[in-house]
T-cell receptor
C-alpha cells in the first residue's frame, strides 16, 4: 500500500509565476489536509478537503491560494503570482475518517523556492 | 484561540540519557494528544499518542505522560539513541475537523 505521494518534491518559481502542488492520498483515504512549514518553524494548517468539497479553509491566505480535491485525481494546492514569502515546505496528509483519533499520514512534502 | 506551546526549542542529550519534551495547551476540547517525529527532508510521522482517559502510555522507549488538570502532556524518550535525533512536534487535532494544531517543535540531538 503506497503512502501519501506528493509531486514535485522540489519546485522553483520566479516571482509572479504560478505554483501547482499535487497530493495523492493513501488508497481508501478521502480526507486531505494541507500544511505549510516555513523555515525554522512548525507546521501550520492551511486547508482541509474531502472529495469535491472544501471543509475548512481557515488557514489559507485570502488571496492567491486555492485548493481542490476533485472526484478523480490528486488534490491540488495552487499558488498564483508567487512571492518570496511563499518559499516553504508544503505537506499534505490524508486520513481515512474524520474522527480525531485517526492518524494523519503525511507525504514527503514539496519544497517551494521562489527566486 | 487554539494554542499549543512546546518546550524546549532544542535539546542535546548524551546517548543513553533521557529526553523530555513538554507541551501545554489551552483548548479543553482536545481529546487526543499525539507526538509526531520529523527527520530532515521528510514529512512528520506519528510516534505515539494518548487519549485523555489515561495518564500514561508507554511504547518501547517512548512514554507519554498526560496531566489533564494542568493541561500538559510530555514525551519521554528513555535510553536515547543517535537515531532519535529529529524534530518532535506535539499536535493535538481539532475535535470538529481533525486539523492538527502543531507546537513549535523541539529539535533533539543525541550525541554518541
Amino acid at each position: 500500500n503506497a503512502g501519501v505521494m506528493q509531486n514535485p518534491r522540489h519546485l522553483v518559481r520566479r516571482r509572479g509565476q504560478e505554483a501547482r502542488l499535487r497530493c495523492s492520498p493513501m488508497k481508501g483515504h478521502s480526507h486531505v489536509y494541507w500544511y505549510r512549514q516555513l523555515p525554522e518553524e512548525g507546521l501550520k494548517f492551511m486547508v482541509y478537503l474531502q472529495k469535491e468539497n472544501i471543509i475548512d479553509e481557515s488557514g489559507m491566505p485570502k488571496e492567491r491560494f486555492s485548493a481542490e480535491f476533485p472526484k478523480e485525481g490528486p488534490s491540488i494546492l495552487r499558488i498564483q503570482q508567487v512571492v518570496r514569502g511563499d518559499s516553504a515546505a508544503y505537506f499534505c496528509a490524508s486520513s481515512p475518517l474524520i474522527e480525531s483519533y485517526n492518524e494523519q499520514f503525511f507525504g514527503p512534502g514539496t519544497r517551494l523556492t521562489v527566486l | 484561540q487554539q494554542q499549543v506551546k512546546q518546550s524546549p526549542q532544542s535539546l542535546i542529550v548524551q546517548k543513553g540519557g533521557i529526553s523530555i519534551i513538554n507541551c501545554a495547551y489551552e483548548n479543553t476540547a482536545f481529546d487526543y494528544f499525539p507526538w509526531y517525529q520529523q527527520f530532515p527532508g521528510k514529512g512528520p510521522a506519528l510516534l505515539i499518542a494518548i487519549r485523555p482517559d489515561v495518564s500514561e502510555k508507554k511504547e518501547g522507549r517512548f512514554t507519554i505522560s498526560f496531566n489533564k488538570s494542568a493541561k500538559q502532556f510530555s514525551l519521554h524518550i528513555m535510553d536515547s539513541q543517535p537515531g532519535d535525533s529529529a524534530t518532535y512536534f506535539c499536535a493535538p487535532p481539532s475535535s470538529n475537523t481533525g486539523k492538527l494544531i502543531f507546537g513549535q517543535g523541539t529539535t533533539l540531538q543525541v550525541k554518541p
